[in-house]
């Protein structure tokens, strides 16, 4: 599996996301720096977490009209998978890749701490390395990651199989009290039309080795590298 990684100013996630896809796949991914015009051909995109642009106006705001993403969107409309984590989920919201925005967490605090969210779905490529309903616990970093969006955008993501992934209790109960950042009926995760494109906040790659302190985000590359190579 090829891969890119776009990296921004203010990019924080960009080697982890780079160890975890090498890991996975034994390849390591083309690392791209945001004002490159064209990417090199992959089967895999991912716009990775962090604070690009310092997140001046709002989160991903700036870094989606960097020149390198006008690329990235053509590529994501053609069908090529991309992975939006956290920051990069924020950015796909703002080229309007992914419906609803992200908004300042419910309590108006920075939280970085372990959280646990459920598989909505296991029939795409990002989830096909998980069982459905099963309950992951993988970290999150974020100010912004309250998701948000109107009713009628709700409503389609819900019948139309498009949640990917929703805040827990470690048991797996969607409730307030596993609802970290006040996000809309508990999501964590988003895909679009073609479940081609999964916007995340939780971080995947800070889970895939023993020594990271758990592996629960590891399925999420290897379920992928299977799924492409089909």
Not at 12 to 37: F, K
Not at 87 to 116: H, S
Request: with cysteine.
């Amino acid at each position: 599996m090829k891969s890119a990684v776009i990296v921004f100013p203010g990019s924080n996630c960009d080697r982890d996301i780079a160890v975890a896809l090498e890991r996975a796949s034994g390849t390591a991914p083309a690392m791209v720096w945001h004002r490159e015009t064209s990417l090199p051909a992959v089967d895999f995109i991912v716009l990775p977490g962090g604070f690009s642009y310092g997140d001046y106006l709002r989160g991903g705001a700036i870094a989606a009209r960097s020149p390198v993403m006008r690329d990235v969107e053509a590529q994501a409309r053609a069908g090529v998978p991309v992975l939006g984590i956290c920051n990069g989920f924020q950015i796909l919201t703002e080229i309007g890749l992914l419906p609803g925005i992200l908004m300042r967490n419910a309590g108006l605090k920075f939280i970085c701490r372990d959280v646990y969210v459920s598989v909505a779905d296991n029939r795409t490529a990002f989830t096909a390395g998980y069982a459905e309903g099963q309950v992951l616990r993988i970290p999150v970093a974020h100010n912004e990651g309250n998701y948000f969006a109107d009713d009628e955008t709700l409503d389609a993501l819900e019948s139309n199989g498009r949640i990917a992934f929703r805040y827990t209790t470690p048991d797996g109960a969607v409730c307030d009290a596993g609802n970290p950042n006040g996000s809309a009926r508990n999501i964590a995760g988003i895909f679009n039309e073609n479940c081609t494109v999964l916007g995340l906040m939780p971080h995947p790659e800070r889970v895939v080795d023993p020594a990271h302190g758990g592996t629960d985000g590891a399925g999420m590359f290897t379920g992928l590298v299977e799924a492409l190579a089909q």
